[in-house]
């Protein structure tokens, strides 16, 4: 887990997406038996999800590219949840950022799951680049439909594309 802040000196993308790589290396592993934990302490695995299309949302609060995505984020849980979609926050903010989380979800009205990875989950998804925001669009089948890190102007209207067919039986 990112353990900085925001005077890190891991550089946070504020460009357009790059999707060159579509999924970093899983080197064998799965991502079925990982997940995150809710505020509650439940744990939630990615297995859980099986049948619906799945959003993983890596941001923090102090984010200034993931403050910009999270709108977008919102409307597209909003118009598309009744479709099967799950959209998933997942803070990567480091320990002092958890504490800002509630006051964040109420800025900026989020209704979506907001929960913290478990370390593995991150080091398998962010292990080839740590910048973020970066959105993991799955399929119903829990396969990767699309990768994005950052955000910028084209990468909305991406986003719901990937979402649309992801959500296709």
């Known amino acids: 887990m990112r353990t900085g802040g925001p005077n890190d000196s891991t550089p946070v993308v504020s460009n357009p997406p790059s999707t060159a790589l579509p999924m970093p290396p899983l080197s064998g592993k799965s991502l079925s038996n990982l997940g995150w934990e809710?505020?509650?302490?439940?744990?939630?695995?990615?297995?859980?999800?099986k049948g619906s299309a799945v959003v993983l949302d890596f941001y923090a609060t102090w984010c200034e590219p993931c403050r910009t995505s999270v709108p977008h984020l919102i409307a597209l849980q909003k118009k598309y949840a009744d479709q099967g979609l799950k959209v998933i926050g997942l803070n990567v903010g480091g320990p002092d950022d958890l504490a800002k989380v509630d006051g964040f979800a109420k800025e900026f009205q989020i209704d979506y799951t907001l929960a913290v990875?478990?370390?593995?989950?991150?080091?398998?998804?962010?292990?080839?680049?740590?910048?973020?925001?970066?959105?993991?669009v799955f399929d119903r089948q829990g396969v990767l439909a699309r990768r994005f890190i950052g955000f910028g102007p084209a990468a909305g209207d991406q986003m719901e594309s990937a979402i649309q067919a992801a959500l296709r039986p």
Not at 38 to 48: L, Y
Not at 117 to 136: A, C, K, R
């Open 117 to 136: 990875p478990d370390d593995e989950l991150v080091h398998l998804l962010l292990g080839d680049s740590q910048d973020i925001p970066q959105t993991f």
């Open 38 to 49: 809710m505020a509650d302490g439940r744990k939630n695995i990615f297995s859980d999800f």
